[in-house]
């Protein structure tokens, strides 16, 4: 079946660095797609969303790049802090009527000091 | 805004007891629920939709009647672990989406730890 996936399971960053976390999606017919930040026994935490109709968008310290043809999505962190550090999800809505969340694998961000 | 809560935290039962995990939308009314369930290292496996009214919709492989689930109002559902084993251990985690602005974003809850004895 369709799958949203993640390149790197961990990932390991210097702080004050900058981050850059990877994921490939299967479905064509994704069109919106969102970036969480999961805690250690906390639930996940909206970052950072994008539509399929645009190829990048920024927040504070985040930005989402979305490459479409290569069906690629990507979150970069600038100037990464310690607590940034968690497990960090893809999640993709496709074509179903009720627009469930297809979640990648994660990855986990470590920042060292 | 958007926030979710869900009670309780944590909760140890025994076997063949019910549990009982209620998410609420606190700023925002929420028309659709997602149910989700999680193991340690793993990602988020989608259980269940709830809308608000209707009966839920069900994930292949999730038993309705081991897992019920109630929406019985905009800002309230509920999920009944029912007679309960060791192997429905988990960590559940509730999601919302505001139905009266239309956005799609999934705003989750804090999660409830289930250990059954």
């Known amino acids: 079946g369709e799958s949203v996936g993640l390149h790197l399971p961990t990932l390991s960053v210097q702080e004050g660095d900058n981050s850059i976390i990877n994921c490939a999606y299967s479905?064509?017919?994704?069109?919106?797609f969102i970036w969480y930040k999961q805690e250690s026994g906390k639930g996940p935490q909206f970052i950072i969303d994008?539509?399929?109709?645009?190829d990048k968008r920024q927040g504070q310290r985040v930005t989402v790049l979305l490459n479409k043809t290569v069906k690629h999505l990507s979150l970069q962190i600038a100037a990464t802090q310690p607590g940034d550090s968690a497990v960090y999800f893809c999640?993709?809505?496709?074509?179903?009527?009720?627009?469930?969340?297809?979640f990648g694998s994660g990855t986990q961000l470590t920042v060292l000091p | 805004g958007a926030v979710v809560s869900q009670h309780p935290s944590w909760v140890i039962c025994k076997s063949g007891t019910s549990v009982k995990i209620e998410c609420r939308s606190l700023?925002?009314?929420?028309?659709?629920m997602f149910w989700y369930r999680q193991f340690p290292k793993q990602s988020l496996m989608l259980m269940a939709t709830?809308?608000?009214?209707?009966?839920?919709?069900?994930e292949q492989g999730v038993e309705k009647d081991k897992f019920l689930i109630n929406h019985a109002s905009l800002t309230l559902s509920t999920l009944t672990v029912t007679s309960a084993h060791p192997e429905d251990s988990s960590f559940y985690i509730c999601?919302?989406?505001?139905?009266?602005?239309?956005?799609?974003?999934?705003?989750f809850g804090p999660g409830t730890r289930l250990l059954v004895l």
């Open positions: 999601s919302a989406r505001d139905g009266v602005s239309g956005k799609e974003t999934q705003y």
């Open positions: 479905n064509s017919a994704s069109d919106y």
């Open positions: 994008i539509r399929s109709n645009m």
């Open positions: 999640a993709e809505t496709g074509e179903t009527s009720a627009r469930q969340l297809t």
């Open positions: 700023d925002f009314q929420a028309t659709t």
């Open positions: 709830s809308n608000e009214g209707s009966k839920a919709t069900y």
